[in-house]
């Protein structure tokens, strides 16, 4: 079977993920296509799917979500994995542990992620941290992170990405010859 993994990025973090999740379902035996959600016309070849955006401003990329919405019916019937890069993943974050449990319990979901889960209804959505460079989030994003002690650079946990496909591909019922 060939598994597309979607993706759509500004900064090109979430290729970086997306590119490693493809890269350990290759491992493990299965056919993978990962692309930029701009490139993908039609999910008839795949038989399952991956798709990832990071959240700009509370939200998926809007190509992100209308990818979604215009493959809805096709998401419905593949098993399909969704996941966020943004400033706070499952296993690690922009900011220290404190700022980390505060956002965790402010911030809310992105709404395309909370419609996704009603509408495609993903297997699972995983969250990942992603990465952030002096000046890239404005005054407001900086004074947020010095103020939740935070620490610009690269926070993702590709072993955290490994595992997560991993778990993709035994709920594909693949065989894992890793
Ligand atoms: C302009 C801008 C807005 C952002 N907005 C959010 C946000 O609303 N929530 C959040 O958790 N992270 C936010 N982030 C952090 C990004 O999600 C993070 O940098 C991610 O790695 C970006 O992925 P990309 O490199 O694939 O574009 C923002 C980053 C930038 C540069």
């Not at 590119?19 to 290759?26: K, P």
């Not at 542990?97 to 996704?116: A, F, I, S």
Request: glycine residues 10%.
């Amino acid at each position: 079977m060939t598994v597309l993994v979607a993706f759509a990025t500004a900064h090109g973090s979430t290729r970086t993920i997306a590119e490693t999740l493809a890269c350990r379902l290759a491992d493990e035996g299965l056919s993978v296509d990962v692309r930029s959600v701009n490139e993908v016309e039609s999910l008839a070849r795949y038989k399952a799917a991956v798709v990832g955006s990071a959240i700009h401003h509370g939200r998926w990329l809007p190509e992100a979500s209308e990818f979604t919405q215009l493959h809805t019916a096709m998401l419905t019937v593949l098993p399909c994995w969704t996941f966020s890069v943004s400033s706070i993943g499952e296993t690690t974050s922009f900011f220290g542990p404190t700022g980390t449990r505060l956002m965790r319990r402010l911030q809310p979901e992105p709404h395309d992620v909370t419609c996704l889960r009603v509408t495609i209804r993903p297997r699972e959505h995983r969250c990942f941290a992603g990465t952030i460079e002096r000046g890239r989030g404005g005054p407001s994003g900086a004074l947020l992170l010095t103020m939740l002690g935070g620490t610009y650079g690269d926070h993702r946990d590709i072993d955290d990405a490994t595992q997560w496909a991993h778990r993709i591909t035994q709920g594909l019922g693949a065989r894992h010859s890793a």
